[in-house]
């Protein structure tokens, strides 16, 4: 499986990075099979780091091998599960460890939904059936050095 990864800087040699930032699926090195998600995630560290460049690094996941000797969580789609795991990792409340976790993304617009439903102004139900009519990309997060073992460099691209 093909996998992208937005930058500013040429990332051959992916590492585990912790966030003071809470993220949907916690610290470690996120990727996406979306390569037009990964140009996007590129223009906002770009952006964020006052950078210059724009780089989509490509990678190969063997995901047949991970699935055999790793632990792996897969969220397919934005449901009550991935809701309340995405909520306990944006709070950084404890969560079960996973070596590669796989699910949709919560872009800017779906953040805005989960920020109202943890604040109080959407019930669960009402925060589910809105994230249903969005159309999510994927991430796949490579949370211990062990995961990063099945995924290969392949090429960088500078993007505009």
Known sequence: MRLFHGSDTLVDKPVIMT?????????????????????????????????????????EFDSEAAACFLNVKRFDRADEEWLDYICACRMNRPVDEYDIVIGPVADDTVYSVVIRYENGDLDKQEALKRLKAENLK??????TEESLKYLKYEETEEVE
């Not at 996406?32 to 724009?54: G, I, L």
């Open 138 to 143: 994927d991430q796949v997060l490579f949370h």
């Open 19 to 59: 966030n003071h930032r809470s993220l949907d699926f916690g610290s470690g090195f996120y990727v996406t099979s979306s390569y037009e998600q990964a140009k996007s995630w590129a223009r906002k560290v770009c952006y964020r780091n006052a950078s210059k460049h724009q780089y989509v690094n490509a990678y």
